[in-house]
Structure formats: C-alpha cells, structure tokens
C-alpha cells in the first residue's frame, strides 16, 4: 500500500497543510482553472478512445510576496531562484529524503542551488520530477510510477494593479505559484489505486499549501539575504569613494603648504 501513496508526496498529496496561503484556489477540473495556470499543466498529449479529453485532477494555490526593485531581478529570475528556494525548503527537503531512500538517489541543496531550471528532460529533482517545459514565469516538471501520472508546476506571475491602485515605487509583487495535475484515466479502472487517491486527496490540498508557504519563506529569507547583500556592496563603494577623496584633499594639502612657503 505504502508505494501506492508515497509517491510522489508532492504530486499525490500537494495542497493538505492548515497554513494560511493568500489566494488559494482548487480546482477538481480543468474548467475551474482559477488562477490562470497554463495549458500545458493539464495537457497529456492522448484522448480516450471514444475521442474525450482524458480526465484530469488539477490544483493550484498562490503566495504574493514583495521584491524590491533596487535588486533589479527579471521575472525569469525570479522564476528561477523560487524554484531553488521552493526545492531546498525544510518541507520539500524531508520529501526528497524520503524520494531518494525509495528510488536510491541523493541530490543535496547545493546540487539544486546551481540548477538554473532551463534543460527540459536534463533537469531532475530528486530522481522523480523531470523538467519538462521552462518558460519566463513557469517551471512544469513531470513525473510517473506505478500507475500514477501527473504533473508539478513551480512559477510566479507578477500582480496586475486595478484602477485603483498606483505602482510602487520600491517594490515590484509577484504571486508565487504552486500546482499539480494528476491524469486519472490511468488508474480509474483499478480499485486500490483509486482508493488510494481518493484518500490521500485531502491530506494532499494541507501538504501542498504548507509546502508553498514554506517554499515562499525560503524564498524570501534570499531576497532578505540579497538587499543585506547589496545594502553592504553599497557601503564599500561609498567608503571607497570616500577614501578616494580623502586621499585627494591630503594631496591637495600637501601641494598648498609647499607652494605657500
């Protein structure tokens, strides 16, 4: 029983933790695909036989967060370092451990840190989710075993301001996104892997909103890291600066004494 819903614990239990996500949305089907996630998340490239699109358990939950703008990140950077930070948080990284004692491979956090996430079917995490698309904003990795086939999405989009509100001047929001597909054809016609899903269902929206706010801490400890960063950079140059006066105002001096005598 245990290999039927332990793997993988994001993709068949993503969304089950009581964490408080900002603008989370659950989706059963494709049809109420709330927060705009793409196409390609759901699409498995096949049909039924009598020619109906394939049925597809879909969910997706998001997590805005503020980037300051003096940092001067582009949205596939963003994309990118959320991606690190959302695969080296403390939650997923439990997940990888238990992933790597089940299909015997070890990946450590420095290993994904230097993934920049733009090699589909190179780029792998954990020995069980494959990069399959990259776009600016998104990051879709696909996985399967036994029976059981679906997909995880990693991304950000940036918040649109209404009429209402002015742009920030110093900081740029995003909504960090995490969402999972699930193809349920596969496994409709047999009774334990249905069981099975149906059960780890609602432990899966719990999982998946603790996973994405835990993803969105790490992430956010960066940015956190990367203004310190840059607040020092700045220090140094101004120091620097003014050493570089400093010492052309001694030099200044020395030539008005030799002249004045």
């Known amino acids: ?3 039927y819903i332990a793997y993988p614990i994001s993709g068949l239990t993503a969304g089950f933790a009581g964490a ?9 089907s494709v049809q109420r695909n709330d927060l705009g996630l793409p196409p390609s998340l759901y699409d498995f490239g096949s049909k039924r036989k009598d020619g109906r699109v394939p049925k597809v358990f879909l969910d997706g939950y998001s997590y805005r967060v503020n980037v300051p703008k003096s940092l001067k990140l582009s949205k596939e950077e963003v994309t990118t370092q959320f991606a690190r930070s959302f695969f080296t948080s403390s939650v997923f990284s439990l ?6 004692y089940a299909l015997g491979t070890d990946q450590t956090d420095d290993e994904i840190l230097e993934l920049d996430f ?7 995490i954990a020995g069980a989710f494959t990069l399959e698309t990259r776009d600016e904003c998104n990051a879709i990795f696909a996985w399967s075993h036994d029976g059981f086939s679906g997909k995880t999405l990693v991304g950000v989009s940036e918040v649109e301001l209404n009429e209402f509100q002015s742009p920030d001047t110093f900081m740029d929001e995003y909504e960090l996104r995490f969402a999972s597909s699930v193809l349920m054809d596969g496994f409709q016609n047999d009774p334990l892997r249905k069981a099975s899903f149906s059960f780890m269902t609602p432990f899966h929206r719990i999982y998946s909103r603790v996973l994405l706010k835990d993803g969105a801490a790490s992430f956010q400890k960066w940015i956190e890291e990367k203004e310190v960063e840059a607040s020092q950079k700045a220090s140094s140059t101004v120091e620097a600066s003014l050493s570089s006066i400093l010492v052309k105002a001694d030099g200044l001096d020395c030539c ?3 002249y004045g005598t």
């Open 1 to 3: 029983m245990f290999k």
């Open 20 to 28: 408080v996500v900002y603008g989370v949305s659950y989706s059963s």
């Open 95 to 100: 997940e990888r451990k238990i992933l790597s």
């Open 118 to 124: 733009k090699s589909p079917r190179e780029t792998k």
């Open 256 to 258: 008005i004494n030799v």
